[in-house]
């Protein structure tokens, strides 16, 4: 008996050891200062950062361990990730998905993105972590959503609107710390530039063929659906490393460092865009492309919407609600049918918050190029009911062909038929009176 509760105590002794292990692991610095020397300094997607931002970029591994369990419907173990994190440390424990919206106040009140947000979502500064939770929960506007809507709302809501918003905030904290002239002002000595192109690309990008989980990710998929369309991420890459040259620099220029964080805005709005386009086709019963899964596809667009409707109710508030009523997660989606979506969005390019945004530069939904909208037809009424009436005749006068060709034929048989019958009558010609074809005689 002895040795029974001696065996059970060492084995809740090692327990504890290791728990306690695993926790220090989760604690103090965790970046290597002298990564350049090193060589261990990151690289995304071809920006070569020169602080270590590893940990930072290993949130997509959250995002993807979130995934999972959504996608299974284990809404518990999706939550716990969301909340507690898993992979990404910093140097006071996990990083997680939640804490990028919790802390948004205290880190983003000055920035004007998060203010326009915050403002349309009732002044509510956890308005992304309010979002995920209610998905997961199946609460709010979640009560009684199917469970693939509430997957892919709660995961995209933490991919596009807590992430999406913390990548903007590294860019305006790199242009504070800049203008302060200290850009080593971040947890660990990271350059908030570099954690820009860590949050923006993820660890499973780096130099390999992984598009990834974040907006990297988004930007590439939506590019290979869009005809036409821009290449997003060719455009943020290169400006992120003409940024990098400028906060790398003694004499740094913030002024301009400002502008591509703007141009960098604009650009990540694309895919957004892109998104709600396809899900519109997606969630509309009515179209030629509906999904298979509408559940899933009103999750996405319901997602898509939230991450870009303060921006489009901004510019102009009619198309915002529009856009709003569309896209509810519980309900009929898409009631005014998904070209009227896209017309509506079409209104917004050159004005407002998408004023250096063009039609071109999203493209044209793969899928949907049969389904033309007005701007893509350019026919007024009154050219449509030309093209009918020509299409009609047209038919007309092939039918009216058609009947000559018999008729002609049948006149031809009916020749034949008479010339046969007089087979035994005598030729005159050439070869003489009385003469007789051979194969007759």
């Given amino acids: 008996m002895a040795g029974k509760w001696f065996c059970l105590f060492a084995f809740v002794l090692l327990a504890s050891n290791v728990a306690a292990q695993g926790e220090d692991n989760n604690e103090g610095p965790v970046e290597d200062p002298d990564c350049v020397e090193n060589g261990t300094c990151p690289v995304y997607a071809g920006y070569q950062t020169t602080t270590d931002v590893r940990e930072r970029g290993e949130i997509d591994l959250d995002v993807n361990d979130m995934s999972a369990f959504a996608d299974s419907f284990d809404f518990g173990q999706a939550k716990a990730i969301f909340q507690q994190g898993k992979n990404s440390r910093s140097s006071t424990g996990l990083r997680t998905l939640e804490g990028f919206s919790v802390q ?66 590294e860019m305006e904290d790199a242009v504070a710390d800049c203008n302060a002239g200290d850009i080593l002002d971040n947890d660990g000595g990271a350059k908030a530039w570099d954690e820009t192109a860590a949050f923006y690309v993820g660890s499973l990008v780096a130099n390999e063929a992984d598009d990834g989980v974040l907006q990297y990710g988004l930007a590439q998929n939506r590019r290979l659906q869009f005809t036409g369309s821009m290449d997003v991420n060719d455009a943020v890459m290169d400006l992120l490393n003409e940024g ?41 019963e009515n179209s030629s492309g509906t999904s298979a899964n509408l559940p ?23 198309v915002g609600t529009k856009i709003d009523e569309n896209f509810p997660p ?37 899928a949907a190029e049969g389904e ?70």
């Fill in 296 to 318: 899933k596809a009103r999750g996405e667009g319901n997602a898509f919407a939230r991450s870009i409707l303060p921006w489009i109710a901004g510019t102009d508030a009619d």
């Fill in 330 to 366: 519980v309900g009929t989606a898409v009631k005014d049918g998904y070209l009227s979506v896209v017309e509506s969005l079409d209104s917004l390019y050159g004005r407002g918050f998408f004023s250096t945004i063009s039609a071109d530069d999203v493209g044209t939904l793969t």
């Fill in 104 to 169: 948004a106040e205290e880190k983003m009140a000055d920035w004007a993105s998060y203010k326009l947000f915050r403002a349309y979502y009732n002044e509510n500064p956890a308005y992304a972590r309010d979002y995920v939770l209610d998905a997961l929960d199946a609460s709010g506007e979640f009560g009684g959503a199917p469970d693939w809507t509430r997957a892919e709302a709660s995961v995209k809501g933490a991919q596009y609107m807590c992430l999406g918003m913390y990548v903007i905030h």
């Fill in 244 to 284: 990098k040259q400028i906060v790398d620099s003694e004499a740094r220029n913030c002024g301009r460092l400002e502008s591509i964080k703007d141009e960098i805005i604009d650009l990540v709005k694309i895919p957004l865009l892109q998104g709600l386009i396809r899900y519109a086709y997606l969630a509309d």
């Fill in 372 to 441: 033309e909208t007005p701007e893509d037809s350019g026919l007024s009424g009154g050219a449509i009911a030309g093209i009918v009436i020509g299409v009609l005749a047209g038919i007309a006068i092939l039918i009216v062909a058609a009947l000559w060709f018999m008729k002609r034929r049948k006149s031809k048989s009916s020749y034949a038929k008479d010339a046969n019958a007089a087979g035994d009558a005598a030729y005159t010609g050439s070869k003489g009176e009385g003469y007789v074809p051979p194969e007759m005689a």
